[in-house]
C-alpha cells in the first residue's frame, strides 16, 4: 500500500516528474546559454537554479484565462489529461536494478503507445482554442506526429526484435557492448524521430513562433499553462527514458549499476539535442514531409531487416 | 554602356517642356507643360531604360493653388535619372493626374501615398486605397498646407474609436465573405505577432497555402515628412534619422546633402570621411540585425546573439562619439556634429579586432549552413528585370544580380575615393539576399579600415584639424530652392526631396523615399501560392524595417 | 500557509516574462538587453510569444493612433496580476513626435504604467533597472498602475 503511495507520488511518480521538469528547464536554459554566448539564468540561487522553481511556481498561481467562445470542457480538461496520460510511463520505465514500479511483459508496448497520444492531445486543445493561430498549430501537431511515430515505433521496435521480448526489463537485463552496437542505427532513427515528436529544432514546426505565435499554446495562460508544460517535460522524460533503457542499457553502468548512470545517459541525449537546437534553422511543413516518408520511414524499415540478420549471425 | 545621357534628353524633346537642364551629372531635370503628357513621358522613360519610378513627391503650392508633382525616374543599370515636374490644380475637386503605374508598376504605393497625404487622384490607377493613414483621417489629407492639425487632434479618443469600428467592420465584412464551413480565412499576421513588428500582413489563406497577402501599414507612422516642417534645419535632422534607427548616419547624410546643395557650402575632406566612417559603422549595426534577423524568422536565434555581442562593439565607437548609443544626432548640415578625438581610433580598432574574430565562426556555422540554403534557396525568388520594375533597391536589387549602389553610382562624402565594388550575387532568392548582406558587413569593414587609415593619416600630416574640419558654418535661413539627394542607406537607396521657400528656417517640404516601401509592395507577388511557413523568411529576406516603411 | 503564500509572491516577483510587442524603436534597445553584453536573462526575465503567458507589457516607444487598439488587446489578453513598462519618452510625452500628428501624446494616460524608463532610446542597463524596479514594487505588494485607473476601462478596443 505505502509502496503504491510512493510510486504514485513521489518517485517514479508526481514529485520526481516535478523535479525533472524544475530541473530540465534550468538546464536547458543554462546550457543554451554559453552557446549564444550568454551566462543564463544566474542571479536567483546558486548559478539561477531556483529560476525556473520561480517560474513554474509563478506560473501556477497566475490568472487562468479562459476565452470567450472556446470550449470550456475541451479547453480545460486536455491540460489535466496531457499530464497524466505524460506520467503513466514512467511506471513501467526499470529506472533501478529492482525494476520498473509496474512489471508487465508488453511494458515497451505500453511506453510507445502511451508517447504515441500525447500529441492528439495536444491537437485537441489546439481545436478548442478557437483561435486561428492555435488551430493551424493543432493541425501541425498530427501531421507532425503521424509523420514521425512511424518511424518512431519502427525504431522501438528494433530492440524488441532483437532480444526477442516486449518487456522492458529484459531488454534492459539483457544488452550488451554488442547490442548496443548492433542497434547503433536504431538509436539514430529514434533520435531523429524523438525531435520530431518532442517539436525540437529543426522539426519545431508545431509552435513556431515566428509563423503560428505559439500553436496550440497559443490561448493557454496560468496553471492551464503550466499543466501543458509539465506535460511537455514530463513526455521529455519519458523519451529520454524510452532511448536510455532500449539502447544504452538503462541503469546499467561502469563499477556499479544504479539511477545515476540512467540520469547521465538521458541527459547526454538532452545536450546533443539542445546542441542541435542551437545551430539548426527550422524547416518547412512540406519539407518535414518529404524527409520522414521518403527517407525515414524507408531507413527504419531497412534497419529491421539489419537488426534481424544480425540477431540470425551473432546471438543464434 | 551604350546608352547615355544624351538619349534622356532626346526622349523628353518631344514633349512640351518648360525647362529641360542637366540638374547634376546623372539628373536630367525638366518641367513639363501640361500634366496630361506624364504618362506618355513615362512610356518615354520606359522605352530609353529608366524604369524604375523612385518616388512621387507632391509638394503643395497654396498661394499660387497648384499642386506641382515630381516624378524621379531612374536608370539602376546605367546610372541616369530624370526629375520631371509638372503642376496639377490643388482644388481638391480637380486634383487630378494621370496614373502612371500600368507603365511604371514600381509607383503603385508612392502614388497610393501621394493620395492619401496630399489628396492627389489618380485616374487609372489599378487599386488607390488610402494608405498608412488611420482611419481618422480618410478624406483629410493631412499633408496639405492647409490641414489643422490643432483642430483634428483635439479629439484623440474619437479617433481611437474610429479605428477601433474599422477595424471591427473588417473582421466581420472577412467573417461575412468566408464560407464558415470552408478552410478558407483571413489571418492578422502582427502586429501582435512575434515576428512581424508593427506591420499587419492581412493574409488570406486556405489552410497552410496562401491565396494573397495585403499589407497594412502606418503602425508607426509619425508623419516626419510633416514634422521637420515644424524644426529648425539642425533640428530636423532628429526627425530624419528616425527614419529607421537601426541605420540612422545614412539618413542623416542624406538630409544635409540636400541642406548644403541648396546653401551652397561644400563640406570639408575630413567631415566627408567622417561621414563615411560613422555611416559604416550605423551600416554593420543595421546588417547585423539584418542578417540575425533573418535566421530569427526560422526559429533559430543564435546567430542574432553572436551578431549583438560584435555590433555592441560598434555601437560603443558610436556612443564614444556622440554620446548615444542609437540616436546619434552626429550628422548636421555642414558636416559632422562634433570634433574628433583620436583615442576613438583605438576604439573602433577594439570592435574591428572584434568582428574579424567572429567573423569566421558566423560564416562557417550560419551563412553557409546547408538547411537553411535548402530552404531558402526556393523561395522568394526575384529576377533583375522585376526587380528594376519594382523598384527594388540595395542588398534586395543587388541580390537578383544587378549591378547598382548609389555610393558608386552617385559618389557622395568620400565614396569617391574609397576603394570598392558592387557586391552582387545572382540568383535573386532568400539565401542570396542573405547572402548579400553578409558579404556587405565584410565589405563594409574594409571601407571603415580605409576610412580609418585615411583619417589617421591626414591628422598624422596635419591636412586635417580633427578639432576644427568637423564643421563648416550653414547660414540658419536658407535661400528658396530645391535638391535632390540620394544615398545608399543600409536597406537600399533613400531619395530626399527638400523644398525651401526664401529665407526659411525650416523645410518647407521633405520627401523622403524609403526602401521598405517597395519591399513591402512586392510581397504580395512573391508570397501567393506559397505556404505559411514562408511568410517570416520571405518578409525577413526583404529586409524590412517598419520606420522608413511608415516614416 | 502565509509563508506558502509568500513565496508564490516572492516567486511572482523573480520570474518576469514579457509580451513580445513592439510599437516603437525601443524594441531595438531591448534586443540589446537579450543579447550576450546585458543578457536580462540572468535576472530572469523572458520574452514570450503571447500575451497569454506575459507578466510585463513593455510599450517600447511611441504609441500612434493605429496601433494604441492593438496594444490594449494586448494588456486585456494578459492574465492577471500584469504590469506595465514605458520606455523611453514617447511614451510620456510623446518625445521627440510630441507635435507629429499621428502620434498619442500621452499614451500612459490612457494605459498607465507602473515605471517608466528615460532615454531615447534607453540603454539597455536602464531597462533592466526598470524591471527590477517592477520586482520591487510586487515584493512591496504595490497594486499595478493600470488596475487602479486609466483611460482605457472606459475604451472599447
Redesign the interface.
Known amino acids: 500500500m505505502l509502496g503504491t503511495f510512493i510510486d504514485a507520488f513521489v518517485f517514479p511518480g508526481l514529485l520526481y516528474a516535478l523535479v525533472w521538469t524544475v530541473g530540465l528547464f534550468w538546464f536547458f536554459r543554462k546550457f543554451m546559454a554559453p552557446?549564444?554566448?550568454?551566462v543564463g539564468p544566474y542571479f536567483n540561487g546558486p548559478h539561477g537554479s531556483y529560476q525556473t522553481l520561480f517560474d513554474l511556481s509563478k506560473l501556477w498561481t497566475k490568472e487562468s484565462i479562459t476565452p470567450k467562445g472556446v470550449n470550456s470542457y475541451l479547453f480545460s480538461i486536455m491540460p489535466l489529461l496531457a499530464v497524466v496520460i505524460g506520467l503513466l510511463p514512467a511506471a513501467v520505465v526499470p529506472w533501478t536494478p529492482s525494476g520498473p514500479a509496474l512489471s508487465s511483459q508488453y511494458s515497451l508496448l505500453i511506453l510507445v503507445v502511451l508517447i504515441g497520444i500525447e500529441p492528439f492531445l495536444f491537437f485537441l486543445t489546439g481545436f478548442g482554442s478557437e483561435n486561428?493561430?492555435s488551430f493551424?498549430g493543432g493541425?501541425r501537431v498530427l501531421t507532425q506526429a503521424i509523420s514521425f511515430e512511424t518511424a518512431f515505433f519502427l525504431a522501438a521496435l528494433a530492440p524488441a526484435l532483437f532480444f526477442g521480448s516486449l518487456d522492458l526489463s529484459v531488454i534492459v537485463e539483457k544488452s550488451s557492448w554488442g547490442s548496443f552496437l548492433i542497434l547503433l542505427p536504431a538509436f539514430a532513427i529514434y533520435f531523429v524521430a524523438l525531435l520530431g515528436l518532442l517539436e525540437q529544432?529543426?522539426f519545431?514546426?508545431p509552435d513556431?513562433?515566428?509563423?503560428?505565435?505559439y500553436g496550440f499554446l497559443t490561448e493557454y495562460s496560468g496553471t492551464n499553462y503550466f499543466l501543458l508544460n509539465l506535460s511537455k517535460f514530463v513526455e521529455f522524460m519519458a523519451v529520454f527514458a524510452g532511448a536510455g533503457a532500449l539502447y544504452m542499457g538503462a541503469y546499467k553502468g561502469i563499477f556499479f549499476d544504479g539511477y545515476t548512470w540512467f540520469f547521465l545517459k538521458m541527459v547526454a541525449v538532452a545536450v546533443v539535442m539542445i546542441t542541435i537546437r542551437?545551430?539548426?534553422?527550422?524547416?518547412?511543413?512540406?519539407?518535414m514531409l518529404a524527409f520522414s516518408w521518403r527517407w525515414l520511414v524507408p531507413i527504419s524499415l531497412i534497419n529491421l531487416a539489419w537488426v534481424l540478420l544480425a540477431r540470425a549471425l551473432f546471438f543464434s | 554602356m551604350s546608352k547615355s545621357m544624351e538619349g534622356v534628353a532626346k526622349a523628353l524633346e518631344s514633349f512640351e517642356t518648360e525647362y529641360v537642364e542637366n540638374y547634376k551629372p546623372t539628373w536630367f531635370k525638366a518641367k513639363l507643360k501640361s500634366p496630361d503628357e506624364i504618362v506618355a513621358v513615362a512610356e518615354a522613360m520606359k522605352a530609353e531604360g529608366l524604369r524604375t519610378l523612385s518616388t512621387v513627391s507632391p509638394t503643395d503650392w497654396p498661394e499660387e493653388g497648384i499642386m506641382e508633382m515630381n516624378y524621379f525616374f531612374e536608370d539602376l543599370e546605367t546610372k541616369r535619372n530624370c526629375w520631371v515636374k509638372c503642376e496639377i490644380p490643388r482644388d481638391p475637386e480637380r486634383c487630378e493626374i494621370d496614373s502612371i503605374t500600368p507603365v511604371v508598376p514600381s509607383a503603385e504605393w508612392h502614388e497610393r501615398e501621394a493620395y492619401s497625404m496630399f489628396g492627389v487622384r489618380f485616374r487609372n490607377h489599378p487599386d488607390l486605397r488610402y494608405l498608412i493613414l488611420?482611419p481618422?483621417?480618410y478624406g483629410k489629407f493631412?499633408f496639405r498646407a492647409d490641414f489643422d492639425?490643432a483642430a483634428?487632434?483635439k479629439e484623440?479618443?474619437e479617433?481611437?474609436?474610429e479605428?477601433?469600428r474599422d477595424?471591427k467592420a473588417e473582421q466581420e465584412a472577412n467573417d461575412a465573405e468566408l464560407d464558415p464551413e470552408g478552410s478558407e480565412?483571413v489571418?492578422n499576421w502582427g502586429?501582435?505577432?512575434?515576428?512581424s513588428?508593427?506591420i499587419r500582413l492581412k493574409v488570406r489563406c486556405d489552410?497552410?497555402d496562401i491565396l494573397g497577402v495585403d499589407p497594412e501599414i502606418?503602425?508607426?507612422?509619425?508623419?516626419?515628412e510633416?514634422?521637420v516642417t515644424?524644426k529648425d534645419f539642425v533640428g530636423a535632422i532628429?526627425?530624419v534619422e528616425?527614419l529607421c534607427?537601426?541605420d540612422n548616419i545614412n539618413s542623416m547624410t542624406g538630409y544635409c546633402m540636400a541642406v548644403e546643395e541648396i546653401a551652397g557650402v561644400e563640406i570639408t575632406p575630413f567631415a566627408k570621411w567622417m561621414r563615411t566612417l560613422l555611416g559604416e559603422i550605423a551600416r554593420i549595426s543595421s546588417h547585423m540585425?539584418g542578417t540575425g534577423n533573418f535566421?530569427?524568422?526560422?526559429?533559430?536565434?543564435?546567430i542574432?546573439?553572436?551578431n549583438?555581442?560584435v555590433?555592441?562593439y560598434f555601437?560603443d565607437v558610436l556612443e564614444s562619439y556622440s554620446g548615444a548609443?542609437?540616436?546619434t544626432a552626429a550628422i548636421e548640415p555642414g558636416g559632422v556634429r562634433y570634433p574628433l578625438d583620436m583615442k576613438l581610433m583605438d576604439e573602433l580598432q577594439r570592435a574591428l579586432d572584434k568582428f574579424d574574430a567572429t567573423i569566421g565562426d558566423i560564416e562557417t556555422?550560419f551563412a553557409k549552413?546547408p538547411?537553411?540554403r535548402?530552404?531558402a534557396r526556393k523561395i522568394g525568388k526575384i529576377s533583375a528585370q522585376e526587380a528594376i520594375d519594382w523598384g527594388l533597391s540595395g542588398p534586395v536589387l543587388r541580390a537578383s544580380g544587378v549591378r547598382s549602389d548609389v555610393r558608386l553610382d552617385e559618389p557622395y562624402a568620400a565614396y569617391d575615393q574609397v576603394e570598392m565594388d558592387y557586391v552582387t550575387v545572382p540568383g535573386g532568392t532568400a539565401a542570396d539576399r542573405f547572402q548579400t548582406i553578409f558579404e556587405e558587413l565584410k565589405q563594409s569593414v574594409k571601407i571603415i579600415k580605409q576610412a580609418k587609415k585615411r583619417i589617421e593619416e591626414g591628422v598624422a600630416s596635419g591636412e586635417f584639424d580633427p578639432s576644427k574640419d568637423h564643421m563648416v558654418k550653414v547660414p540658419k535661413k536658407l535661400p528658396a530652392g530645391e535638391a535632390v539627394s540620394r544615398v545608399e542607406w543600409a536597406r537600399g537607396e533613400v531619395l530626399m526631396h527638400l523644398v525651401t521657400k526664401e529665407k526659411a528656417k525650416s523645410p518647407y517640404r521633405l520627401k523622403m523615399r524609403a526602401p521598405s516601401f517597395n519591399h513591402t509592395m512586392v510581397l504580395d507577388r512573391l508570397l501567393r501560392g506559397k505556404?505559411?511557413?514562408?511568410?517570416?523568411l520571405v518578409f525577413g529576406s526583404m529586409y524590412v524595417c517598419q520606420?522608413d516603411l511608415d516614416r | 500557509m502565509i509563508k506558502i503564500l509568500d513565496f508564490f509572491d516572492y516567486a511572482r516577483s523573480e520570474s518576469l516574462w514579457m509580451a513580445?510587442?513592439?510599437?516603437?524603436?525601443c524594441?531595438?534597445?531591448m534586443?540589446?538587453a537579450?543579447?550576450?553584453?546585458y543578457d536580462w536573462e540572468r535576472y530572469g526575465y523572458m520574452p514570450t510569444?503571447?500575451?497569454r503567458q506575459a507578466d510585463v507589457l513593455m510599450i517600447t516607444g511611441?504609441v500612434?493612433?493605429?496601433?494604441?487598439?492593438?496594444l490594449l488587446?494586448?494588456y486585456a489578453q494578459m492574465p492577471e496580476p500584469k504590469y506595465v513598462m514605458a520606455l523611453g519618452a514617447c511614451s510620456y510625452d510623446g518625445g521627440?513626435?510630441n507635435?507629429?500628428?499621428?502620434?498619442?501624446?500621452n499614451p500612459t494616460e490612457?494605459l498607465p504604467a507602473d515605471v517608466f524608463v528615460a532615454g531615447?532610446?534607453p540603454?539597455p542597463e536602464a531597462i533592466i533597472e526598470g524591471l527590477e524596479t517592477i520586482k520591487q514594487k510586487i515584493k512591496n505588494k504595490e497594486p499595478s498602475a493600470a488596475s487602479q485607473g486609466g483611460?482605457w476601462k472606459e475604451?472599447?478596443?
Request: net charge positive.
Open positions: 552557446l549564444h554566448k550568454r486561428k493561430y493551424l493541425i529544432p529543426p519545431n514546426i513556431a513562433e515566428q509563423e503560428v505565435v542551437a545551430a539548426t534553422p527550422r524547416i518547412t511543413l512540406n519539407q | 488611420s481618422d483621417y493631412p492639425m483634428h487632434e484623440q479618443l479617433h481611437v474609436k479605428i477601433v477595424f480565412m489571418l502586429p501582435t505577432h512575434p515576428a513588428g508593427p489552410g497552410e502606418g503602425y508607426v507612422w509619425r508623419a516626419l510633416n514634422l515644424r532628429v526627425a528616425r534607427f537601426m540585425m535566421y530569427n524568422t526560422m526559429g533559430l536565434h543564435t542574432m546573439l553572436w549583438l555581442d555590433r555592441e555601437l548609443r542609437i540616436a556555422v549552413n538547411t537553411m535548402h530552404r505556404t505559411l511557413s514562408d511568410i517570416p520606420g | 513580445h510587442f513592439c510599437t516603437g524603436c524594441s531595438l534597445e534586443a540589446a537579450m543579447g550576450p553584453r510569444p503571447t500575451p511611441l500612434s493612433k493605429k496601433i494604441l487598439p492593438a488587446r494586448t521627440p513626435y507635435d507629429s500628428l499621428s502620434v498619442i501624446k490612457i531615447c532610446p540603454k483611460l475604451m472599447e478596443f
